[in-house]
T-cell receptor, first 116, second 106 residues
């Protein structure tokens, strides 16, 4: 595809519900990242995939958060039993990772999650 | 993990002024990128610059990897330059600094 695609662009959910966020990386990109950005704040690292494996899950805030990637392409970030403090913009980015020396990171437009 | 510090946290300029933004990092890195987040939240890749100097129009960047810092120069600033500038470094995964919020006044 032309760029990193995230869906939905906006999600409003009630506290306690589960949500699933999707990221379609640029075709051929092996590395995929999830970040969270609260209003007016910087980017908080959540998880990183190289292919289908996640060498670094250290950024996931709690066990309510999980992520998977299948086929080395699409990734889903799942938040169970959402809380109001989960409200933020969730950003996905991809790159060629270790396949290329010059491999900049490209971002999607994010999913704005609001937990009421 | 690696620490990424950006300075200044906030910067207000008059249109036409020049500025320098700094990014310090605590360990060796495989790559470094500068991003601009516009008022609509979009993150735009400005430079991929693990070392050396690059220029793109009014913007240029220099990374001195041995001294663990990078600088982003903005010359003849315009109101459209407003937003947040982030530095991100790759030390096994990509970590971001807290950003510099730039406001350019007409």
């Amino acid at each position: 595809g032309a760029g990193v695609s995230q869906s939905p662009s906006n999600k409003v959910t009630e506290k306690g519900k589960d949500v699933e966020l999707r990221c379609d990386p640029i075709s051929g990109h092996t590395a995929l990242y999830w970040y969270r950005q609260s209003l007016g704040q910087g980017l908080e690292f959540l998880i990183y995939f190289q292919g289908n494996s996640a060498p670094d899950k250290s950024g996931l805030p709690s066990d309510r958060f999980s992520a998977e990637r299948t086929g080395g392409s699409v990734s889903t970030l799942t938040i169970q039993r959402t809380q109001q403090e989960d409200s933020a913009v969730y950003l996905c980015a991809s790159s060629f990772g270790q396949l290329l020396i010059n491999s900049p990171l490209h971002f999607g437009n994010g999913t704005r999650l609001t937990v009421t | 993990g690696i620490q990424v510090e950006q300075s200044p946290p906030d910067l207000i300029l008059q249109e036409g002024a020049n500025s320098t933004l700094r990014c310090n990092f605590s360990d060796s890195v495989n790559n470094l990128q500068w991003f601009h987040q516009n008022p609509w939240g979009q993150l735009i890749n400005l430079f991929y610059i693990p070392s050396g100097t690059k220029q793109n129009g009014r913007l240029s960047a220099t990374t001195v990897a041995t001294e663990r810092y990078s600088l982003l120069y903005i010359s003849s600033s315009q109101t459209t330059d407003s937003g947040v500038y982030f530095c991100a470094v790759d030390n096994n995964d990509m970590r971001f600094g807290a950003g510099t919020r730039l406001t350019v006044k007409p």
